[in-house]
């Protein structure tokens, strides 16, 4: 199976300041047929299920914030917020899609300092 | 507007069974691999399983083989989840979640329903 790996466990960010949150795989998740990343991130709120943000590593989802970005390929990852506003304070998860048997990273929670 | 209903979760004794259902509205159902994905108490995400279109392929994680079964009711746009020889460490909400892609079983989740939490405790 492939390990997610997150870093930090938990961060605090100012309003408007940047957060990054790192994702690593123990496998590439590049396929190398279409050369692209198997990697997907989501933020969840309590109480409510994960909501889409990036796939395919960098893609950001429909109606996401451009203040969202993904980055990294292989094995390395990287969602960042450039400018965190209130409503940004949620966990973070990275997916890999690159085997069936999928997985999710532990989780960064994203807080307000 | 494309929705995912769980329902069936609720308290069972260890060694107990329970039958998850999640109902499919908005889409063509029969056309997506669809997932079980659980989380435990303050804890993260755990994929748990999931099924080809025609429930022809199914994958499972490891902990839950041979205890849980997912399948589906393309004529009731129907997923669900019979989880049997239930133990503590089961103990999560369990969301429902499509595939993002039709016929693409390599995907990531879009969208999910809102969960069903299943406790087991004696």
């Known amino acids: 199976d492939i390990v997610m790996t997150q870093s930090p466990d938990s961060l605090a960010v100012s309003l408007g300041e940047r957060a990054t949150i790192n994702c690593k795989s123990s496998?590439?998740?590049?396929?190398?047929?279409?050369?692209?990343?198997?990697l997907a991130w989501y933020q969840q709120k309590p109480g409510q299920p994960p909501k889409l943000l990036i796939y395919w590593a960098s893609t950001r989802e429909s109606g996401v914030p451009d203040r969202f970005s993904g980055s990294g390929s292989g094995t390395d990852f990287t969602l960042t917020i450039s400018s965190l506003q209130a409503e940004d304070v949620a966990v973070y998860y990275c997916?890999?899609?690159?085997?069936?048997?999928?997985?999710f990273g532990p989780g960064t929670k994203v807080d307000f300092k | 507007e494309v929705q995912l209903v769980e329902s069936g979760g609720g308290l069972v004794q260890p060694g107990g069974s329970l039958r998850l259902s999640c109902a499919a509205s908005?889409?063509?159902?029969?056309?997506?691999?669809m997932s079980w994905v659980r989380q435990a108490p303050g804890k993260g995400l755990e994929w748990v399983a999931n099924i080809k279109q025609d429930g022809s392929e199914k994958y499972y994680v490891d902990s839950v083989k041979g205890r849980f079964t997912i399948s589906r009711d393309n004529g009731k746009n129907s997923l669900y989840l019979q989880m049997n020889s239930l133990r503590v460490e089961d103990t999560a909400v369990y969301f429902c979640a499509r595939a993002a892609r039709d016929y693409t079983k390599l995907n990531w989740f879009d969208p999910w329903g809102q969960g069903t939490l299943v406790t087991v405790s004696s």
């Open positions: 997916q890999q899609y690159y085997s069936t048997l999928f997985t």
């Open positions: 496998q590439s998740v590049l396929y190398s047929s279409n050369n692209k990343n198997y």
């Open positions: 908005g889409f063509t159902f029969n056309s997506y691999w």
